[in-house]
Nanobody
Framework: QVQLVESGGGSVQAGGSLRLSCAASRMMEDTNYCLGWFRQAPGKERQGVAAVYTGGGSTYYADSVKGRFTISQGAAKNTLYLQMNSLKPEDTAMYYC????????????????????WGQGTQVTVSS
């Protein structure tokens, strides 16, 4: 299955920016995927931040990050990015990338339960 490794997390002051990267391996070139970024703070549920389906359709952004975060793929299509601008303390969480092969996931791409493949997570801490 797809293997995912996140990087780019760290500590940043409120108002700052950070770019998370997710390196994918074992991704099938002739297959569409749901690709998403999720975050989980201690004691809270894992929540969708941004998600795309490589076969097309709308990009999902959580209301809390709209206008601040951007999900994108690298030119080689094996890297997923999350550009995070105007960071707020409430963005503090462990951030995970996720991938799910196929077609059926596209409607649920904003939900963690739609994904079987997850990275190990990268911590983002935003201080006031």
């Amino acid at each position: 299955q797809v293997q995912l490794v996140e990087s780019g997390g760290g500590s940043v002051q409120a108002g700052g920016s950070l770019r998370l990267s997710c390196a994918a391996s074992r991704m099938m070139e002739d297959t569409n995927y749901c690709l998403g970024w999720f975050r989980q703070a201690p004691g809270k549920e894992r929540q969708g931040v941004a998600a795309v389906y490589t076969g097309g359709g709308s990009t999902y952004y959580a209301d809390s990050v709209k206008g601040r975060f951007t999900i994108s793929q690298g030119a080689a299509k094996n890297t997923l990015y999350l550009q995070m601008n105007s960071l707020k303390p409430e963005d503090t969480a462990m951030y995970y990338c996720a991938a799910e092969r196929g077609w059926s996931c596209r409607v649920r791409k904003h939900l963690a339960i739609a994904y079987a493949n997850w990275g190990q997570g990268t911590q983002v801490t935003v201080s006031s």
